[in-house]
């Protein structure tokens, strides 16, 4: 008995498998990026639409201060410097605004603190009054018994002056 080796090669031809491949990992980056570029068009608006707010409130109370300063007497500049110190609070909420965003965008998760209900809604009312938001409609808050709720008050006060 005579044996013999017997070789047997096959040859598949891959380069349009290469090519696909690399069109497909192609594709995929592109869609990543687009991806990406959409997340920032959506961070950007709401950015633009959280740090509106309180840069509202400064406007107006900057332009109150100036009313009550040309008037001169004792009691506009009293007012008008009221209305500088609620303009200071408002620049450190729109900078407040800006560190929760980057640390949402970080973590994912915001600072959630345990507040007094009636603490929030007092604080979302006065301002929604800095925009004006009431009209002519006079607000009277009478609050009862409160409780404590676990929340991000930024967001909170952010959704009452949104939508009041």
Not at 52 to 62: D, E, F, K, R, S
Not at 85 to 94: G, K, N, S, V, Y
Request: glycine letters at 4%; a neutral charge.
């Amino acid at each position: 008995m005579l044996f013999r080796s017997l070789y047997v090669g096959i040859i598949h031809d891959i380069t349009e498998q290469q090519t696909t491949e690399r069109r497909l990992r192609a594709l995929q980056d592109e869609l990543l990026q687009v991806s990406r570029l959409s997340s920032m068009g959506q961070m950007a608006s709401a950015l633009a639409h959280e740090l509106n707010q309180p840069l509202t409130a400064i406007v107006t109370y900057m332009q109150s201060a100036r009313r009550m300063l040309r008037k001169g007497d004792e009691a506009s500049v009293a007012r008008a410097s009221d209305a500088v110190d609620r303009t200071a609070e408002q620049a450190l909420r729109a900078g407040e605004i800006i560190r929760r965003l980057r640390d949402f965008v970080a973590s994912g998760d915001t600072d959630k603190l345990e507040v007094p209900i009636d603490v929030i809604v007092t604080e979302s009312v006065a301002l929604a009054r800095i925009s004006n938001k009431f009209g002519t409609t006079k607000v009277v808050l009478e609050i009862g018994e409160t409780a404590n709720v676990v929340v991000d008050k930024v967001q909170i006060q952010q959704i009452g002056r949104a939508h009041v």
